[in-house]
């Protein structure tokens, strides 16, 4: 799967068309320099390494739009999570014909909680993470902050080699860290407002201000 293709993609179809992204490709996780230990990544940087990433920071160009799905079009997408941002923009991602479904926590399935409801009144296929990770050639980590940590622990040993494992939000990784596989692709696809907001922008054809970074 080619990196910037998904990111490209995943981005039309979360959150349509529109020329006010931002792409900063230098902010990734780089397995060499990922850290259990809890420090803040950016903060250790040292000062030219800040201004040479802050540098790379670019708005992207609609054109880079213009293949729409087509590199994702036959891939797995599994989403962790389904709150807010993980219902809506699965939602848009099932709508620009991408193959979606939801890996839960076996007790929020048993438990039928709020995740497990969002996702199975919209119709989607929900499983155990054990069920779909496996399977998945993209798989989003939209569950809360708070929760990163537990969640890319369990899931990333049941990741397929080459996968790519997705975020929305990073403070995470930056105050934490997360040592990650080394055939795994990180990239993240941070719409910044509310996951409803990204659902009735995409159905008006239209798209929100969304951060980019490989």
């Given amino acids: 799967m080619q990196v910037s293709a998904v990111l490209v993609l995943c981005i039309a179809a979360v959150s349509g ?26 903060n250790s940087l040292q000062q030219a390494e800040k201004l040479d990433q802050l540098a790379r920071c670019r708005f992207m160009d609609r054109s880079e739009f213009d293949d ?63 069920d779909l990770i496996p399977q998945a050639d993209l798989v989003l980590n939209l569950t809360p902050d708070k929760q990163h940590t537990m ?32 055939d795994l692709t990180v990239v993240m696809v941070a719409p910044k407002c509310p996951g409803t907001e990204v659902r009735e922008e995409y159905k008006r054809g239209f798209g929100v201000p969304t951060l980019i970074a490989v």
């Fill in 68 to 130: 729409g799905i087509q590199a994702i079009a036959d891939k797995k997408v599994v989403i962790v999570g389904c709150g807010a941002q993980g219902l809506n923009q699965g939602l848009n991602m099932r709508d620009s014909g991408c193959d979606v479904s939801y890996a839960l926590r076996q007790s929020a399935i048993d438990e039928k909680r709020a995740s497990y409801v969002n996702a199975e009144s919209n119709n989607f296929a929900v499983g155990t993470y054990e």
């Fill in 17 to 42: 068309f529109t020329n006010s992204f931002g792409r900063h490709a230098a902010a990734r996780i780089r397995p060499s320099m990922a850290t259990t230990e809890r420090i803040n990544y950016y």
């Fill in 151 to 182: 969640v890319v622990n369990a899931i990333m040993p049941l990741m397929k080699q080459g996968a790519t494992l997705a975020y929305s939000h990073g403070f995470n990784i930056v105050e934490e860290g997360m040592q990650v596989r080394e």
